[in-house]
């Protein structure tokens, strides 16, 4: 999606702008509700007394990513292609999220059966 307003070219910049603001908002509403899951799953899995230690790596982790991921995708756009650099980006993290969706989809029929 994030491909499809850099491949419009410069004429069409208004209707990039809405539609990286509308991609923006539809990321950040899908990352903030899959928060709650993922919270439900340390607290059912995770024994009470490392709940704390594990849920403060998990934020610490994801706190000190953030700016890595972005001086590593500073440096890539410098190189390459907004849209190429989009797309491959998009491609690998839907591989990843399906490898991953099925081996707890696995996990899930194991522990019910």
């Known amino acids: 999606m994030m491909a499809v307003p ?8 208004l209707l990039a702008l809405i539609a990286y603001a509308l991609i923006s908002l ?19 899995y ?14 610490v982790l994801g706190q000190f990513l953030n700016p890595v991921g972005l001086v590593i ?16 980006s998009g491609l690998i993290s839907m591989i990843i999220v399906l490898m991953y969706s099925s081996r707890l989809r696995g996990k899930a029929q194991k522990t019910t059966n």
């Open 6 to 13: 850099v491949l419009l070219g410069n004429h069409f910049y």
């Open 26 to 44: 539809i990321l950040g509403t899908m990352l903030s509700a899959a928060n709650i899951p993922i919270s439900i799953y340390f607290k059912k």
């Open 46 to 59: 995770i024994p009470e007394n490392y709940q704390g230690r594990v849920m403060t790596v998990s934020n």
């Open 73 to 88: 995708y500073g440096v890539i756009f410098d190189h390459a292609q907004a849209a190429d650099i989009f797309f491959w």
